[in-house]
């Protein structure tokens, strides 16, 4: 029990916080909103633990696939059957199965379409109806018994005829056919993600989300079923690919998975240099720009059918040419593991600053981030030079055939560091855009400054000034990519996410003790599918840290930080006491450095803990010295959206 004395002292330290507050009652800082004594996160359980890892009863389902596909490039039409082994692994019985069929958005009047995220790029012109024509869809070895199904824009539902138990699969094929799609925008990136360069030797086809492919179904939403519009990519099931593509004889074909017929579709000399340079430590041209234009570079028959194998993927993309120079060379990772890097460009291309860098941009890109971060899975990757900005697939990018210089360095290392995020680490990229492109342009930052001596750390990539990654307008980060404005999806799901973790790293955590709970994450993670929640927790419990004041400000909300100089108090001869005052509703560790009279600068540090009780801070100078200014974060750190009250200077 109290005794009155220490009643008393309780009563006077409250009237004195309650002046405080009466003070600062126009600041916008509440404590408990980012210290509460309530988890912020949702709890663990069985099947996602407190602890941000998989837990005992993690379950996922798997997907594997047998295609058979062709390409008629007189009238761009892609024909094909998939043949997909269907594993329940989920606690479940499963009397129905999803599947996204993201070539409808192509359909006139898909919702895509509807939504605006997609235009036609000239209405005059006459265009093929996109989207898939669905030839049926039987139990696989049974050519009579056909399953029905339902197709919803983007989806289709497949009706099983018996209850798909826990622990068993299914075996379906699905014949279908689309027209190329051409003449499409996508209205916000400006972009396809499937589409046909036109160049002098020609066509060079993109072609990806070619087949019909399974809806996750996970233990935190079930059926993963959101519509493809256009802004949000993918979220999906992993599996074994066997892919059989089937094209002109005079094309070039690359893909995601290895090549498993060299000899059927390779002239004898292109053969011999493909297996050179599975040895070869230099980059060896299978095809040379003189080669493009001579028949005699390919087969001299009608078609040629490319067989593919890829495992543990959750895609699959190819592509295919005439007009390709084609290269490849082979080196080896931190692990030991070789993998083979190729690069396939028209010779539009052929530039010293451009495509004729790919090898050694591949090499150096996945060098790095397997050593970094995770090692590289795939036993070769694929960089073909395209109409498109940059698209990324497992072992296989898409980048822009016109980027020189530092752009060009940029999108190849982004689009290949998308390999770990989300090729490895299966995030749902139809919600949660950020965890794979922030993320990713997160570990691209550190690989630029680590790229040949520093050559393109001078250059920006696009990047938008600090205090537009925090204009009150801005949506959170969490925001699903379909709901966003178009102007705010780079800065928002890219920039504000890489530098927000660049702050934990660099700032907060430190970089080692950052790596490693990064590294453990994505380990962890590695072919599953984590949710944002999971991050938060893993990185809490590698730190030691409660990092739910970080989280809610820069992810969950679109707080702002304004740390404001309130007071300074220099009496002669005694320690000077600075005041702070948070002005926004975001709480960061404070730097304040403060210049004596003498010119002697004294530089201080404050944990965030500072603000865990109020939202004004007061400290005194170590010198007993007259003060001459102050000045908040100056090297300007931290996102203060108001730098005009961070400084104090004595008047004279």
Same mark, same amino acid.
């Given at each position: 029990?109290?005794?009155?004395?220490? /009643?008393?002292?309780?009563?006077?330290?409250?009237?004195?916080?309650?002046?405080?507050?009466? +003070?600062?009652?126009?600041?916008?800082?509440?404590?408990?909103?980012?210290?509460?004594?309530?988890p912020?996160?949702?709890?663990?359980?069985?099947?996602?633990?407190?602890?941000?890892? *998989?837990?005992?009863?993690?379950?996922?389902?798997?997907?594997?696939?047998?295609?058979d596909?062709?390409?008629?490039?007189?009238?761009?039409?892609?024909?094909?059957?998939?043949?997909?082994?269907?594993?329940?692994?989920? *606690?479940?019985?499963?009397?129905?199965?999803?599947?996204?069929?993201?070539?409808?958005?192509?359909?006139?009047?898909?919702?895509?379409?509807?939504?605006?995220?997609?235009?036609?790029?000239?209405p005059e012109?006459?265009?093929?109806?996109?989207?898939?024509?669905?030839?049926? $869809?039987?139990? +696989?070895?049974?050519?009579?018994?056909?399953? /029905?199904?339902?197709?919803?824009?983007t989806?289709?539902?497949?009706?099983?005829?018996?209850?798909?138990?826990?622990?068993?699969?299914?075996?379906?094929?699905?014949?279908?056919?689309?027209?190329?799609?051409v003449?499409?925008?996508?209205?916000?990136?400006?972009?396809?993600?499937?589409?046909?360069?036109?160049?002098k030797?020609?066509?060079?086809?993109?072609?990806?989300?070619?087949?019909?492919?399974?809806? $996750?179904?996970?233990?935190?939403?079930?059926?993963?079923?959101?519509?493809?519009?256009?802004?949000?990519?993918?979220?999906?099931?992993?599996?074994?690919?066997?892919?059989?593509?089937?094209?002109?004889?005079?094309?070039?074909?690359?893909?995601?998975?290895?090549?498993?017929?060299?000899?059927?579709?390779?002239?004898?000399?292109?053969?011999?240099?493909?297996?050179?340079?599975? =040895? %070869?430590? !230099?980059?060896?041209?299978?095809?040379?720009?003189?080669?493009?234009t001579?028949? #005699?570079s390919?087969? +001299?028959?009608?078609?040629?059918?490319w /067989?593919?194998?890829?495992?543990? #993927?959750?895609?699959?993309?190819?592509?295919?040419?005439?007009?390709?120079?084609?290269?490849?060379?082979?080196?080896? !990772?931190?692990?030991?593991?070789?993998?083979?890097?190729?690069?396939?460009?028209?010779?539009?291309?052929?530039?010293?600053?451009?495509?004729?860098?790919?090898?050694?941009?591949?090499?150096?890109?996945?060098?790095?981030? #397997?050593?970094?971060?995770?090692?590289?899975?795939?036993?070769?990757?694929?960089?073909?030079? %395209?109409?498109?900005?940059?698209?990324?697939?497992?072992?296989?990018?898409?980048?822009?055939?016109?980027?020189?210089?530092?752009?060009?360095f940029?999108?190849?290392?982004?689009?290949?560091?998308?390999?770990?995020?989300?090729? $490895?680490?299966?995030?749902?990229?139809?919600?949660?855009?950020?965890?794979?492109?922030?993320?990713?342009?997160?570990?691209d930052?550190?690989?630029?400054?680590?790229?040949?001596?520093?050559?393109f750390?001078?250059?920006?990539?696009?990047?938008?000034?600090?205090d537009?990654?925090?204009?009150?307008?801005?949506? *959170?980060?969490?925001?699903?990519?379909?709901?966003?404005?178009?102007?705010q999806?780079?800065?928002? =799901?890219? @920039?504000?996410?890489?530098?927000?973790?660049?702050?934990?790293?660099?700032?907060?955590?430190?970089?080692?003790?950052?790596?490693?709970?990064?590294?453990?994450?994505?380990?962890?993670?590695?072919?599953?599918h984590?949710?944002?929640?999971?991050?938060?927790?893993?990185?809490?419990?590698?730190?030691?840290?409660?990092?739910?004041?970080?989280?809610?400000?820069?992810?969950?909300?679109?707080?702002?930080l304004?740390?404001?100089?309130?007071?300074?108090?220099?009496?002669?001869? +005694? @320690?000077? #006491?600075?005041?702070?005052?948070?002005?926004?509703?975001?709480?960061?560790?404070?730097?304040?450095e403060?210049?004596?009279?003498?010119?002697?600068k004294?530089?201080?540090?404050?944990?965030?803990?500072?603000?865990?009780?109020?939202?004004?801070?007061?400290?005194?100078?170590?010198?007993?010295?007259?003060?001459?200014?102050?000045?908040?974060?100056?090297?300007?750190?931290?996102?203060?959206?108001?730098?005009?009250?961070?400084?104090?200077?004595?008047?004279?």
């Amino acid at each position: 029990m109290l005794i009155p004395l220490q /009643k008393i002292k309780l009563i006077i330290i409250f009237l004195c916080l309650l002046a405080t507050d009466i +003070a600062s009652a126009q600041t916008k800082y509440h404590p408990s909103d980012l210290f509460p004594a309530q988890p912020l996160l949702p709890p663990g359980n069985s099947y996602r633990t407190a602890t941000g890892e *998989p837990g005992p009863a993690y379950w996922q389902n798997k997907a594997d696939y047998v295609i058979d596909v062709a390409l008629d490039d007189k009238t761009n039409v892609i024909t094909g059957t998939a043949t997909i082994t269907y594993t329940n692994n989920s *606690p479940k019985a499963l009397s129905a199965l999803w599947l996204q069929l993201e070539q409808n958005v192509f359909k006139k009047d898909s919702r895509g379409i509807q939504s605006k995220l997609f235009l036609y790029q000239d209405p005059e012109k006459t265009t093929p109806d996109g989207g898939y024509q669905i030839d049926g $869809v039987k139990l +696989a070895g049974n050519k009579t018994e056909d399953i /029905k199904y339902h197709i919803y824009d983007t989806r289709m539902q497949l009706e099983l005829a018996q209850p798909l138990l826990s622990g068993q699969a299914i075996s379906f094929s699905i014949r279908y056919r689309y027209n190329f799609p051409v003449n499409y925008k996508n209205a916000d990136f400006l972009v396809n993600r499937t589409d046909i360069l036109p160049t002098k030797n020609g066509n060079i086809y993109a072609v990806a989300q070619l087949y019909p492919r399974m809806c $996750v179904l996970d233990d935190i939403e079930g059926w993963n079923t959101l519509p493809y519009l256009g802004n949000g990519e993918f979220y999906l099931e992993y599996g074994n690919f066997r892919v059989n593509i089937t094209v002109p004889s005079g094309f070039i074909v690359e893909s995601s998975g290895d090549l498993l017929n060299p000899e059927e579709v390779l002239t004898p000399t292109a053969l011999k240099r493909w297996q050179a340079a599975k =040895q %070869s430590d !230099l980059p060896v041209q299978i095809r040379t720009a003189k080669e493009v234009t001579d028949p #005699s570079s390919r087969p +001299a028959k009608v078609t040629c059918t490319w /067989k593919f194998k890829l495992d543990n #993927s959750r895609d699959f993309a190819w592509t295919a040419s005439r007009s390709f120079i084609w290269e490849m060379e082979n080196f080896k !990772l931190f692990n030991g593991k070789r993998v083979m890097g190729s690069s396939l460009y028209p010779v539009e291309s052929e530039k010293q600053g451009s495509w004729k860098r790919s090898s050694e941009y591949i090499k150096f890109t996945l060098q790095h981030f #397997s050593e970094k971060w995770f090692p590289y899975p795939y036993n070769k990757a694929v960089n073909v030079a %395209s109409n498109l900005d940059g698209m990324e697939y497992p072992g296989m990018v898409f980048c822009s055939a016109k980027d020189t210089g530092n752009m060009y360095f940029a999108v190849v290392n982004h689009e290949l560091g998308h390999t770990w995020f989300p090729m $490895v680490v299966g995030s749902n990229e139809r919600k949660y855009a950020w965890m794979d492109e922030g993320f990713n342009m997160f570990i691209d930052k550190i690989a630029t400054k680590a790229f040949n001596k520093g050559e393109f750390i001078g250059y920006v990539e696009i990047d938008s000034p600090l205090d537009s990654l925090f204009a009150g307008k801005l949506l *959170p980060i969490v925001t699903r990519p379909d709901a966003l404005p178009g102007n705010q999806v780079y800065p928002l =799901q890219y @920039q504000k996410v890489s530098y927000s973790l660049a702050l934990l790293r660099n700032q907060i955590l430190g970089p080692e003790r950052f790596d490693r709970a990064f590294r453990k994450y994505i380990r962890d993670w590695a072919y599953k599918h984590p949710t944002p929640w999971d991050f938060f927790r893993s990185i809490d419990s590698s730190a030691g840290e409660d990092l739910t004041w970080f989280w809610k400000s820069m992810f969950l909300e679109n707080y702002r930080l304004d740390q404001k100089i309130t007071k300074v108090e220099s009496p002669a001869g +005694a @320690q000077p #006491s600075i005041t702070i005052e948070n002005m926004e509703k975001a709480a960061m560790p404070l730097v304040v450095e403060i210049t004596y009279t003498d010119g002697l600068k004294e530089h201080r540090e404050f944990p965030v803990e500072i603000w865990e009780y109020s939202g004004v801070y007061t400290f005194t100078g170590d010198k007993k010295a007259a003060v001459a200014k102050v000045i908040i974060d100056p090297d300007k750190i931290y996102p203060d959206v108001d730098r005009s009250n961070n400084g104090y200077v004595v008047k004279k």
